[in-house]
């Protein structure tokens, strides 16, 4: 599974369990359904992987697709400048997108036998993923206008500025909320 940087899925790529990643990332970038930006000089495209992508066949299907891969060394720890582990990996992102593909049933038992069904119950609900952020951020501005302009009928017990910061983190954009 290929996701942005917050964690909603990109390209979804399926096989057996013993199969290495990185021979699947080649498939995996050929599979994304939004087209991306063309890279610049002054803005590449960047790929972050993990260990497991510390090889030839990784870095060769980046560079295939124009991707700058930023892959962690195998042995090799993020430390800062006093040698103290600072920041953790960001690998959460891509196992939070998992835990939202695993509440579909059909997505985390796997009842068929053939793959094409399979991989077309995943990228359903994939896009069941994307439907429901699509609807949280268009429904946001009008939850928010309609608490501001009823503020007493607000059915649950918070304070009105907490209410306004939820439906900034939902619409990810401040000055989209203060404009309303």
């Not at 997505?107 to 991989?119: E, M, T």
């Not at 699509?134 to 059915?155: G, R, T």
Request: charged share 25%.
């Amino acid at each position: 599974m290929l996701v942005e940087g917050n964690g909603w899925p990109l390209a979804v790529c399926i096989s057996g369990a013993n199969t290495p990643d990185a021979q699947l990332l080649a498939l995996t970038l050929d599979a994304i359904v939004v087209e991306r930006p063309a890279p610049t000089k002054d803005a590449p495209q960047r790929l972050c992987l993990d260990k497991g992508y510390d090889n030839p066949t990784g870095e060769a299907a980046a560079a295939q697709f124009g991707y700058v891969p930023h892959i962690r060394r195998i042995g090799e720890e993020k430390l800062d400048e006093q040698g103290e582990k600072k920041h953790p990996a960001r690998r959460w992102v891509v196992e939070r997108s998992l835990a939202w593909l695993s509440r579909c049933r059909a997505v985390l038992v796997r009842h068929d036998k053939l793959a094409d069904r399979y991989l077309a119950m995943v990228k359903l609900a994939t896009a069941m993923l994307w439907f429901r952020r699509w609807h949280q951020l268009s429904l946001a501005p009008l939850l928010l206008k309609w608490i501001v302009s009823s503020p007493s009928y607000l059915p649950f017990p918070y304070p009105l500025e907490a209410v306004r910061q939820l439906v900034c983190v939902l619409t990810g954009s401040s000055e989209r909320v203060a404009n309303i």
